[in-house]
């Protein structure tokens, strides 16, 4: 495990310590439906079980007394995860083919520190991408309207500790779209 400190000063130092014992269990569930030649569904649901099991001297509170983070989730571990891909592909013409897909993705509650904090949560979040496009059925050109994060949910990616005991977050990208020409030659 690696930190990142300020001193009694405000210099940042880092440290390494070693977690005694940690556990990750857990299953994932991948399912595949081709209802139609044109129509495939795709899904998935993932469960994890990841905690230190033994992990007492993960840092020190600001009194200088050791912090134990035993039985603290994993960082950036979440429990549950899911996602489900609906792709609807047909030919338009002989040299034309109409592509459209969907996807929604759900990540569940993460923590971004080994303490737990609640400013380095992440509350569960789903997320919407879409696109629709037109290729050439061989595949040597494409041209493809897409969108993600098509809700603008807000998240974060990272969270760390900063000076003064302020927690600083980097957040992940907002609602994107745009149009994606593709050519094989």
């Not at 009694?8 to 940690?22: E, F, L």
């Not at 200088?64 to 592909?89: F, K, Q």
């Not at 969270?159 to 005991?165: I, N, R, S």
Request: overall charge negative.
């Amino acid at each position: 495990m690696f930190r990142i400190e300020a001193n009694a000063q405000g210099v940042p130092s880092s440290r390494i310590t070693n977690v005694a014992k940690a556990s990750s269990t857990g299953g994932e569930v991948d399912l595949t439906w081709v209802a139609t030649p044109a129509l495939t569904i795709r899904g998935s649901v993932g469960y994890t079980d990841a905690t230190y099991e033994d992990y007492s001297q993960c840092g020190q509170n600001s009194a200088g007394l050791l912090i134990d983070c035993t039985d603290n989730r994993l960082t950036n571990a979440p429990e549950w995860t899911g996602n489900l891909n609906v792709t609807y592909s047909r030919p338009l013409t002989e040299g034309l083919s109409l592509i459209v897909n969907g996807e929604w993705s759900y990540r569940g509650d993460v923590y971004y520190d080994v303490f737990n904090n609640d400013t380095a949560l992440q509350d569960g979040f789903s997320m919407f991408n879409a696109n629709i496009g037109l290729a050439d059925p061989s595949g040597r050109w494409s041209a493809t309207l897409w969108g993600t994060n098509l809700a603008d949910e807000e998240y974060i990616t990272i969270a760390v500790q900063g000076f003064g005991g302020n927690t600083i977050h980097t957040l992940g990208n907002p609602r994107q779209y745009g149009v994606r020409l593709a050519a094989r030659f």
